[in-house]
């Protein structure tokens, strides 16, 4: 990798995340794996979020967009994913923070799954904890799941990749979805994610990465 091809780009909307924001950001920076950009889009935040955005040192590997117009999480989310030099990205809220190792164990496990992964579903054991439902998933799915299983899967038990900062994606397959459907709010990323395995093999990891 070169200083302009990072391993894996890291991708924070923002939008008013002020008081949670500041710790997103350090974990990125503190990171025991340091191949990454963190690429971050304010969403016309009116709470100081800029002012701190401003504030921080300056970092190569730190890229920061102010939306002049709010584009909605869909949009941002697209221009995030369009600014993305990696080959793969983690999507990471502005109210989320990595574990220390978080994006280390990200890396590994993409070098140890099926070449026609599309994404990858982290944390997968701590999120079943919100509904029966979920905790069910979790004791009959397989960790694999392919195109044609996906169908079901979606349809029987939801968004089962969980919270957006659960996920890390291919770029040239994210950019190619179509992307994350604007006039959704509350089940963008269900839509997305069940779109995309359709077509593509999904993980289900229980690796643990990221506070959410």
Not at 43 to 68: C, V
């Amino acid at each position: 990798m070169t200083s302009t091809t990072p391993a894996i780009s890291v991708l924070t909307p923002v939008w008013n995340g002020l008081p949670f924001l500041k710790e997103c950001v350090e974990s990125v920076f503190s990171q025991s794996f340091q191949d990454w950009e963190h690429i971050i889009s304010d969403n016309g935040s009116t709470d100081g979020t800029r002012d701190y955005l401003d504030s921080l040192p300056g970092d190569s590997r730190r890229r920061i967009f102010k939306q002049e117009k709010n584009l909605g999480i869909g949009g941002n989310l697209d221009f995030l994913v369009s600014n993305a030099r990696a080959p793969i990205v983690y999507i990471l809220c502005a109210d989320d923070y990595f574990y220390a190792d978080g994006l280390s164990r990200v890396v590994k496990e993409w070098n140890n799954v099926p070449t026609d992964t599309a994404f990858i579903a982290f944390n997968w054991k701590e999120a079943i904890g919100h509904s029966v439902i979920a905790k069910y998933s979790y004791e009959v799915l397989p960790k694999k799941i392919d195109p044609f299983a996906s169908r079901f899967v979606f349809f029987l038990f939801g968004n089962v990749a969980g919270n957006l900062s659960n996920v890390s994606a291919r770029v040239d397959v994210l950019k190619h979805s179509g992307g994350f459907s604007r006039p959704l709010k509350q089940a963008l990323d269900f839509d997305v994610w069940a779109d995309i395995a359709r077509t593509h093999t999904m993980m289900l990891s229980d690796t643990e990465t990221a506070f959410v």
